[in-house]
């Protein structure tokens, strides 16, 4: 079954830029009419949808983030990636990669990685 | 503020039923995007819990229900046990904001 690692910095210094890669694995990231997501969620409180990728490269981004985010895929790793530009404090958070399917649920979820935003 | 709002808590003694409502709009909910509904146990990631307004992935048990009318949806669990303890989230479409959206979350305490 398909599992998914999100992998990346834990900490990073603001006005930086974030990066996450997602590595899927037990399954080919191209295969089904899945998109492939980032999602977010600070400590004690809920959950933001970032936005997501589709393999042939076309994305959707929150617009609340959309000026500061970039997604991409590399399907030769069968691996997403997630770029959060000029980061503030505000984007400290466990940062979720997950696959997101036809009916627009998220199945699976990676374990999430925390990302502390700090000088 | 969430864009689907859900009770911050509810609770329920073992072997009682509970249920968690989720209410939106005529931009999400109402305009006939699916709900769906997710597990957080404490420290984990989200679990996907029913898709598609009232389906059950395999391994869910059928102790977990949902359901969709208008602009909300209600996930119903029965026979409550220690091991339900997590937070709920509601999640769909909103073609206003362009974006998926979650609520916020419900506490689910078992006395």
């Known amino acids: 079954q398909v599992q998914l690692q999100e992998s990346g910095p834990g900490l990073v210094k603001p006005s930086q830029t974030l990066s996450l890669t997602c590595t899927v694995s037990g399954g080919s990231i191209s295969s089904g009419s899945y998109y492939w997501s980032w999602i977010r969620q600070p400590a004690g409180k809920g959950l933001e949808w970032i936005g997501r990728?589709?393999?042939?490269?076309?994305?959707n981004y929150n617009p609340s983030l959309k000026s500061r985010v970039t997604i991409s895929v590399d399907t030769s790793k069968n691996q997403f990636s997630l770029k959060l530009s000029s980061v503030t404090a505000a984007d400290t958070a466990v940062y979720y990669c997950?696959?997101?399917?036809?009916?627009?649920?998220?199945?699976?979820w990676g374990q999430g990685t925390l990302v502390t935003v700090s000088s | 503020q969430s864009v689907l709002t859900q009770p911050p808590s509810v609770s329920g003694a073992p072997g009682q039923r509970v249920t968690i409502s989720c209410t939106g709009s005529s931009s999400n909910i109402g305009a006939g995007y699916d709900v769906h509904w997710y597990q957080q146990l404490p420290g984990t990631a989200p679990k996907l819990l029913i898709y598609g307004n009232s389906n059950r992935p395999s391994g869910v048990p059928d102790r977990f229900s949902g359901s969709k009318s208008g602009t909300s949806a209600s996930l119903a669990i029965t026979g409550l046990q220690a091991e339900d303890e997590a937070d709920y989230y509601c999640q769909s479409y909103d073609s206003s904001l362009s974006v998926g959206v979650f609520g916020g979350g419900t506490k689910l305490t078992v006395l």
């Open positions: 990728i589709y393999t042939s490269g076309s994305t």
């Open positions: 997950a696959r997101d399917g036809p009916p627009g649920d998220f199945d699976p």
